[in-house]
């Protein structure tokens, strides 16, 4: 099975507020300090597609197992079977949790600015509940709250920052799949600075 997590889905954030000093340099370099949280650049869309393809098959088998986790022991697994083939799975996800990466993917590839992600599973995690921090531009953030909201994901804004979260991780790999859908929109919009 795939963990749900009781956390009430809401939208609290302000478009003036979003934070808008960022520079490629301090995006490139990790502006904020989350768990070790890499950046993960510029990936293309389809670089976000392969992830969320591989994320895909992984959430579900995980919904078919009878585990409390499925996706934890899904990835337990494929490490003790062949750990190289673990590291090379784990590449395609940029070392981010299985169900947080696609979108987070998926956002950088729409060019927006992620610094945080965790799937909350049920053991050696941090967050409470899925949650993926990113600073969108405002043009941005706008099909970003439209795309969460029919995702089912919520908004969260501090110090300029949103967290989106989820009560699961499907709800989050939709929105990424959602973003993808939706990539000629972004490529529209003009390039943040």
């Given at each position: 099975?795939?963990?749900?997590?009781?956390?009430?889905?809401?939208?609290?954030?302000?478009?003036?507020?979003?934070?808008?000093?960022?520079?490629?340099?301090?995006?490139?370099?990790?502006?904020?300090?989350?768990?070790?949280?890499?950046?993960?650049?510029?990936?293309?869309?389809?670089?976000?597609?392969?992830?969320?393809?591989?994320?895909?098959?992984?959430?579900?088998?995980?919904?078919?197992?009878?585990?409390?986790?499925?996706?934890?022991?899904?990835?337990?697994?494929?490490?003790?079977?062949?750990?190289?083939?673990?590291?090379?799975?784990?590449?395609?996800?940029?070392?981010?949790?299985?169900?947080?990466?696609?979108?987070?993917?998926?956002?950088?590839?729409?060019?927006?600015?992620?610094?945080?992600s965790c799937s909350s599973g049920?053991?050696?995690?941090?967050?409470?509940?899925?949650?993926?921090?990113?600073?969108?531009?405002?043009?941005?953030?706008?099909?970003v709250v439209e795309l969460a909201?029919?995702?089912?994901?919520?908004?969260?804004?501090?110090?300029?920052?949103?967290?989106?979260?989820?009560?699961?991780?499907?709800?989050?790999?939709?929105?990424?799949?959602?973003?993808?859908?939706?990539?000629?929109?972004?490529?529209a919009l003009p390039q943040p600075?």
């Amino acid at each position: 099975m795939i963990p749900e997590f009781d956390v009430e889905i809401s939208y609290d954030y302000e478009l003036a507020d979003l934070r808008t000093n960022l520079t490629a340099e301090a995006v490139a370099t990790g502006f904020v300090d989350h768990h070790d949280y890499q950046c993960l650049g510029l990936p293309s869309w389809e670089e976000a597609a392969e992830c969320l393809d591989r994320e895909a098959e992984i959430l579900k088998r995980a919904a078919c197992s009878n585990a409390r986790d499925g996706i934890e022991e899904f990835l337990n697994v494929v490490e003790e079977e062949d750990d190289v083939e673990f590291a090379e799975l784990m590449s395609v996800f940029h070392w981010n949790d299985v169900g947080v990466a696609g979108v987070s993917l998926a956002l950088s590839a729409a060019r927006t600015a992620t610094f945080y992600s965790c799937s909350s599973g049920l053991a050696n995690h941090h967050a409470e509940y899925p949650t993926v921090g990113v600073v969108p531009d405002a043009e941005r953030a706008v099909r970003v709250v439209e795309l969460a909201r029919r995702s089912g994901c919520g908004v969260g804004q501090l110090w300029g920052r949103w967290y989106l979260y989820a009560k699961s991780v499907t709800a989050f790999h939709t929105l990424g799949q959602s973003i993808l859908e939706h990539r000629e929109a972004f490529d529209a919009l003009p390039q943040p600075t």
